[in-house]
């Protein structure tokens, strides 16, 4: 059962938290742990630092999971419709496939998830949020192994 996504507003800030795809890596919780504490009911508490501090954080997630928009930010111009984006996928030692870039995933419900900038794909099989990663692979000892295409 997938969790909802939640979203939090402060100002001009705005910063939506992914737990389907959170990796659990604690870049949040390190870098601003008056803003990003577990331990609180409402753990994410944009009024404690500026906009600025904790947009340069949440880009920072190494999922995706966290994501933020400024509502006072000019619009990005958008590229033109000609150049695609590509996507990235890199395998992690011991650990996930990180794929980046414009991301569509079907799930086997039928349900649609889009994602604009980076997930973490199990590969352990151990994930409870498959298809995506939540760090099993730490706890299962998963040891990655490197084949190459015969030829």
Known sequence: MRKPLQTYTHGALTVTFDPNVCLHSGVCLHALPRVFD???KRWIQLEHEP?????DVV????SGALQYEMADAPAAPEPPPTTASPVLMELLA???VRVEGPIRITLESGEIV???GRVHLCRCGASQKKPFCDGS???TGFKSTV????G
Do not use: M, V, W
């Open 38 to 40: 577990i331990t609180q």
């Open 51 to 55: 906009a600025n501090l904790i947009a």
């Open 59 to 62: 880009s920072r997630c190494p």
């Open 94 to 96: 011991d650990g996930p």
């Open 114 to 116: 889009e994602k604009p």
């Open 137 to 139: 692979h730490k706890q």
């Open 147 to 150: 084949t190459l295409p015969a």
